[in-house]
C-alpha cells in the first residue's frame, strides 16, 4: 500500500519561530511536493522537486523554502513564520508528470499566533 | 486568465447521480483534464481524466463538451461515502497544475 506520511497532523506555532514540515514517502518516487490549501483557493503549489537535491519553485513559494537531501524525504521550512502562513500544508509524491500519478500525505494543519 | 471555476457546493441524494461541473473556458489544446477528490480529513485522491473524448472508469464518468471550455464528473450512484470536496485540474505535461477551487459535495440519506 503507498504511502505518503507528515510529521504533525496538527501544528501551532509563534510568530517569528522557524518550523520544520516534513514528508516521507515509501514508494521510492521521484518527485516530490508541497502545496498549501486554502478554502476557496483550492491547492497551490510552494515547491516541486524531482531528483534528490533538486527543486523547483511552484507558484507561491515566497516565505518558504524546502530541502531534499534523500529521495524519500522532503522538508518545507518557514524561515520566520507568519501569521498569513496560517494553512493546511499537504505533501505529495509522484512517479509520473500526471496528476494521476501523485499521492497525497493527510497533509498538516499550521497555525501561527 | 488561466481560471478553473467550479460552484462552491452542491447537494445530492444518495443513489442519484451527482454531476460536478467545472469551467475551465481558458484551456488550451494540450491540457488533460483531471478530478481529484479529498475526503475530510485525508490527502486528495485521484478520480479520472480526460483530453476530449468522454472518460469511464470504476469511480466515475467524466464528460468533457465539444469545445473543451467545461466538463462535468458523474458519479452514477452516490453514497455517503461520496461526500467530499472535489476538484477539478488543468494539467499540460508539466508539474505546475492548475486546481480549480473545489466543489463540496454532500450526499444526503
Known amino acids: 500500500d503507498v504511502k505518503v506520511t507528515q510529521s504533525s497532523r496538527y501544528l501551532v506555532k509563534r510568530t517569528g519561530e522557524k518550523v520544520f514540515l516534513e514528508c516521507v514517502q515509501d514508494?521510492?518516487?521521484?518527485?516530490m511536493f508541497w502545496y498549501r490549501q486554502d478554502p476557496g483557493l483550492g491547492l497551490r503549489l510552494i515547491y516541486f522537486s524531482y531528483d534528490v537535491k533538486m527543486k523547483e519553485k511552484g507558484d507561491i513559494p515566497e516565505g518558504y523554502s524546502v530541502s531534499r537531501e534523500k529521495k524519500e524525504r522532503f522538508s518545507l521550512i518557514l524561515e520566520s513564520a507568519s501569521t498569513n502562513q496560517t494553512s493546511m500544508y499537504l505533501c505529495?509524491?509522484?512517479?509520473?508528470?500526471?496528476?494521476?500519478?501523485?499521492?497525497f500525505g493527510p497533509g498538516t494543519r499550521l497555525t501561527v499566533l | 486568465d488561466a481560471k478553473t471555476t467550479q460552484p462552491p457546493s452542491m447537494d445530492c441524494a444518495e443513489g442519484r447521480a451527482a454531476n460536478l461541473p467545472c469551467n475551465h473556458s481558458t484551456i488550451s489544446g494540450n491540457e488533460y483534464v483531471y478530478w481529484y477528490r479529498q475526503i475530510h480529513s485525508q490527502g486528495p485522491q485521484y478520480i479520472i481524466h480526460?483530453?476530449?473524448n468522454n472518460e469511464t472508469n470504476e469511480m466515475a464518468s467524466l464528460i468533457i463538451t465539444e469545445d473543451r471550455k467545461s466538463s462535468t464528473l458523474i458519479l452514477p450512484h452516490a453514497t455517503l461515502r461520496d461526500t467530499a470536496v472535489y476538484y477539478c485540474i488543468r494539467a499540460s505535461g508539466t508539474y505546475k497544475y492548475i486546481f480549480g477551487t473545489g466543489t463540496r459535495l454532500k450526499v444526503l440519506a
Open positions: 505529495a509524491s509522484s512517479y509520473g508528470i500526471g496528476p494521476d500519478t501523485q499521492y
Open positions: 480526460g483530453l476530449k
Open positions: 514508494m521510492d518516487h521521484e518527485n
